[in-house]
């Protein structure tokens, strides 16, 4: 009986790389225009994958917006396949909420042209998040076909197998074993047949023992359509006595051979990051710290405040700024493709990525300024009060804790206090005085100047209590003569609250948690080694040993009654760059500034790391000792769950000699948290845009990945990765930006005590502030940039005091809160991290709750108490 073999035709469509997204967008247009007289002329030609993305349609109907009804028509017929992808993300660097939202986007408008592809592709990203089975599931996608992260042995003898997310949630599956490219260069000579594909659909039929149907993927990179295959399929099959050769595409491979595949029982579960086939670049992690940062920092702006705050607005009688998060959330898809967000690029493309993530960020901010000043402003007019202080709750959870706000006040001299009188606890952190300057008058005389009264900008951290969920609290601010709190120098080497104490004495810091009396001295100590890889990869410096910054220098220690701070200063000596590094000259200063900070009752430690950098080549680590001796495991987050993985890899045993893509080296990825676990004792660190974490076995360190500085895009041979270079191998792309010379600031929480690991997603909304302020002032107008600009008071006046929704279960964690895709109502996703069904209790006053899918299409209706099962998540609207 023939093989039959799926020759499926496409274009891997990268948005940017070496070159810019300008480069990609016209030589798409010429592409596409190219394509389509294909499709429309050759009825032989059956279909075309365009690389699951909807973003490459959009920027070509940019400028041939004429051949909408042709791409509709084609699309409509199957001949020509998109989605179900707005751009491929890569699915281990960005929020498991920009992942649902990517496929959101894609799928919508995928269909709105006639057809969403059912097929989770997933071609080039670096390694595959654990939820994307159950991601896929919940935009009603039965298949995947992907390409890296799987070991051999996994597959136990079959290219097809379950995939099969922590939350049960299952996808058929296909592993690309060759890649996306097998079938680039097809052609019927015998030359070619004998030497290139006979060989390869061998092997493909040896690793496909439950199947006759195998999957060749036939395209490239950027390639255009190769209009010869219809004929040269017809040639293959006129002589060939082993194989069947048909022109299709990934849905009708799926659909034939699973219908036909009834014993494809291996199940393989979760993250998908094996280095045995594929490269997966596990220390692209480190590339490019600014954008990781600048990313973390704007979809945690987007998701936690702006549009949880608009939805607040929106029940309020305000607009939702629908058009507005659709064209950020697009920019930042593009951020996200896989080599963007990883920063394996050329300088000129990182630029870009740069320039859009502060492009996304000034609208944000916009947005929240003009939000905030709404709300406030009709607070104000119904309270009759014009010195006002609104806190808003932008989490369905009540909030209670220590939070940095920004008042303006004439006198050095304030309070701050409930419409009930009673006073919040404040004290100032930062106090600077602002000269007014002066005004222009017009007057009957002319223009005149006049001097206008200085005023105080005030940092302070105030003590905010009980403010309910997704909603806010309003204050008053009240001027007085003397009795405001200051965060002073406090003439002690020791900072504390009433859980945790840290205290610095022979160069070292010391931590004490208080509830079990924990100690862990030398509690973090940096690490710095050459790196000579690429931007795709950490490569260790044959030879090279650490250089250990370990005694730092007291700068300071503050004290208030709600904040502590000490101040140290690392430094050392360290090689300024790799030929240095190889002469053991130690030629430029390393400079790291520590701030830890502790509020009253929280659990946990601020940390800050501030490093102006000048040197070249090298990686640095931040060693934190964990307290616990020889760890085995290591768990983190990703999507809606723990991950728990090996401190040791076993595969690393041999790796080399095995035939190795790259070492499997055991440094891991991590959305927000990571950390090591015993019975009675957790340390984790919760971070800001640090994506990269090793356990360190021998000494129980957790190491931090703080940044990485190389200066080429890709070079061959690497110590970890053997071979050609990575991405563009045959030209050397210079990349001096990735040199990362510039200033640059880590924050991450560290929690020692008894909580279990997945106390963390509760410890993560504590610490990443889901909440915003706002003052209504006059005496500065440029603290937010649109501030001194008039603006229309759509509402008149507003409570003193709203909640749109509460839940009552601290295990429960809210996503995300927006506004729906397709109406007005309010959608918001709650998930369980834990291992047990929780039930929660809703509490708000909307009309209608229903459960939806993640495309926000509607399941079933929801009572007020909901059960979401374990390592699970439930999509609500509430309209």
Not at 240 to 262: C, H, I, P, Q, R
Not at 752 to 779: C, I, W
């Amino acid at each position: 009986m023939k093989k039959r073999v799926y020759v499926v035709p496409h274009s891997h469509w990268d948005r940017e790389w070496y070159f810019t997204i300008e480069d990609s967008n016209v030589l798409l247009a010429e592409n596409l225009d190219h394509l389509l007289d294909v499709l429309e002329t050759d009825e032989d030609y059956t279909g075309y994958v365009f690389d699951a993305q909807a973003s490459i349609v959009e920027e070509y109907l940019k400028v041939r917006p004429e051949n909408r009804d042709r791409m509709k028509q084609l699309v409509e017929r199957k001949k020509l396949f998109i989605g179900p992808w707005y751009t491929q993300t890569d699915s281990l660097l960005v929020n498991k909420e920009s992942i649902t939202r990517n496929l959101l986007y894609g799928t919508k408008i995928s269909k709105s042209f006639g057809h969403s592809m059912n097929c989770g592709y997933l071609p080039d990203i670096f390694g595959q998040n654990q939820y994307l089975p159950s991601i896929f599931k919940g935009f009603g996608i039965d298949n995947s076909v992907l390409q890296r992260g799987i070991y051999t042995d996994q597959l136990k003898g079959d290219l097809n197998f379950t995939w099969k997310s922590p939350d049960g949630e299952t996808v058929n599956a296909n592993n690309i074993y060759f890649g996306y490219g097998p079938g680039k260069f097809l052609e019927a000579s015998e030359a070619y047949k004998e030497e290139r594909l006979f060989p390869i659909l061998e092997k493909l039929a040896d690793m496909n023992q439950n199947s006759d149907l195998l999957l060749l993927p036939a395209g490239g990179d950027q390639v255009l359509v190769r209009e010869h295959f219809p004929e040269t399929i017809k040639k293959l099959n006129e002589d060939s006595e082993d194989y069947e050769f048909v022109l299709s595409d990934y849905e009708t491979f799926m659909k034939d051979a699973w219908e036909n595949g009834s014993d494809f029982t291996n199940v393989i579960e979760g993250e998908l990051t094996a280095t045995q086939k594929s490269r997966i670049h596990n220390t692209i992690r480190s590339q490019r710290y600014d954008i990781k940062k600048a990313n973390y920092e704007v979809e945690h702006k987007i998701l936690n405040i702006l549009e949880p705050l608009a939805v607040i607005g929106q029940s309020l009688g305000l607009r939702y700024p629908q058009a507005w998060l659709d064209g950020m959330w697009k920019e930042l898809f593009d951020v996200h493709a896989h080599d963007s967000i990883g920063g394996c690029n050329s300088d000129d493309t990182n630029r870009d990525i740069v320039q859009r993530l502060e492009k996304v960020n000034r609208i944000a901010d916009g947005l929240l300024n003009i939000l905030k000043k709404q709300m406030t402003e009709a607070i104000s007019r119904k309270l009759g009060n014009d010195s006002i202080f609104v806190f808003f709750n932008t989490n369905a959870s009540t909030f209670s804790g220590t939070v940095e706000a920004i008042l303006f006040t004439k006198s050095d001299q304030f309070n701050v206090k409930k419409r009930d009188g009673e006073h919040l606890a404040i004290e100032a952190i930062d106090q600077e005085y602002i000269s007014g300057g002066k005004k222009i008058v017009v007057t009957a005389e002319g223009e005149k100047q006049v001097e206008v009264p200085g005023y105080y900008r005030t940092v302070v951290m105030a003590d905010v209590r009980d403010v309910a969920g997704l909603g806010y609290e309003t204050y008053l601010v009240e001027e007085m003569n003397d009795g405001l709190n200051k965060l002073e120098e406090s003439g002690t080497q020791t900072v504390e609250n009433e859980h945790v104490k840290v205290e610095f004495a022979q160069g070292n810091l010391t931590l004490t948690e208080k509830d079990n009396g924990t100690v862990i001295s030398n509690l973090l100590r940096f690490e710095n080694v050459g790196d000579a890889g690429d931007s795709y990869d950490f490569s260790p410096l044959e030879g090279d040993q650490p250089l250990w910054m370990e005694k730092g220098e007291l700068l300071s220690v503050e004290a208030g009654v709600l904040s502590q701070k000490i101040m140290v200063k690392h430094e050392a000596l360290v090689p300024g760059n790799l030929e240095d590094r190889q002469g053991e000259i130690n030629s430029e200063s390393l400079v790291i500034i520590t701030t830890i900070e502790l509020r009253k009752q929280e659990k946990f430690v601020r940390v800050q790391h501030t490093i102006n950098n000048a040197v070249e080549d090298h990686r640095v680590r931040v060693r934190l000792n964990t307290g616990v001796k020889q760890p085995q495991t290591t768990f983190a987050d990703q999507g809606f769950g723990l991950i728990e993985r090996s401190v040791d890899n076993p595969y690393m045993t041999g790796w080399k000699e095995n035939g190795f893509a790259e070492a499997p080296v055991p440094i891991y990825s991590l959305e927000n948290f990571a950390g090591v676990s015993t019975d009675s004792h957790t340390f984790a660190a919760v971070t800001r845009g640090i994506k990269e974490y090793e356990v360190v076995k021998e000494t129980g360190e957790l190491a931090l990945t703080l940044f990485r500085s190389v200066g080429l895009l890709g070079k061959d041979d690497l110590m970890w990765r053997p071979g050609r270079a990575s991405g563009i191998n045959n030209k050397v792309v210079y990349t001096p930006d990735a040199q990362m010379k510039q200033k640059m600031v880590f924050e991450y929480a560290l929690y020692v005590g008894d909580a279990e690991p997945v106390e963390m997603f509760g410890l993560t909304d504590q610490y990443v502030d889901r909440h915003a302020s706002y003052q209504k002032q006059n005496l500065n107008t440029f603290e937010e940039r649109l501030e001194r600009f008039e603006i229309p008071y759509p509402v008149k006046e507003m409570d003193d005091q709203v909640s749109l929704l509460e839940m009552d279960n601290p295990s429960i964690v809210m996503s995300s809160c927006k506004r729906a895709y397709d109406d007005k109502s309010m959608v918001v996703r709650l998930f369980n991290p834990t291992e047990t069904v929780q039930t929660v209790t809703l509490k708000h006053k909307f009309s209608k709750v229903s459960i939806t899918n993640l495309a926000e299409e509607y399941q079933e209706d929801a009572e007020t108490e909901i059960e979401v099962n374990p390592q699970g998540y439930l999509t609500l609207k509430l309209s």
